[in-house]
């Protein structure tokens, strides 16, 4: 079974720099779609970026030009690179994947990690 394990959120300062990371692993074949989510309290599950095949396809219209998504080498670790952090990108981010097509859709995901709380304040 495919496991995702999410790390580094914390808490920053408005305008300051965070990279969550996620790890991948106990797949046999290793999924074609990945995506990071976010929820606040109270809020939706929101999309923040989409890889489809290796190739980021869609950034969230509120965070595109800030984050930043990622690869290593052997492509077991996914990355979010954060940067100009606002009060509102505060949530709790949750590393997805899935073997369907890659979609801003929650429920085309069938992995998910527990999530790392993001924490920005004014």
């Known amino acids: 079974q495919v496991q995702l394990v999410e790390s580094g959120g914390s808490s920053v300062q408005a305008g300051g720099s965070l990279r969550l990371s996620c790890a991948v692993f106990g797949y046999m074949y290793r999924p074609y779609c990945m995506g990071w989510f976010r929820q606040a309290p109270g809020k939706g599950r929101e999309g923040v970026v989409l890889v489809n095949n290796d190739i980021p396809t869609t950034y969230g219209v509120s965070v595109k030009g800030r984050f930043t998504i990622s690869q290593d080498d052997n492509k077991n670790t996914l990355y979010l690179q954060m940067n100009s952090l606002k009060p509102e990108d505060s949530a709790m981010y949750y590393c997805?994947?899935?073997?369907?097509?890659?979609?801003?859709?929650?429920?085309?995901?069938?992995?998910w990690g527990q999530g790392t709380q993001v924490t920005v304040s004014s």
């Open positions: 997805a994947a899935t073997y369907a097509s890659c979609a801003f859709d929650p429920r085309a995901f069938d992995y």
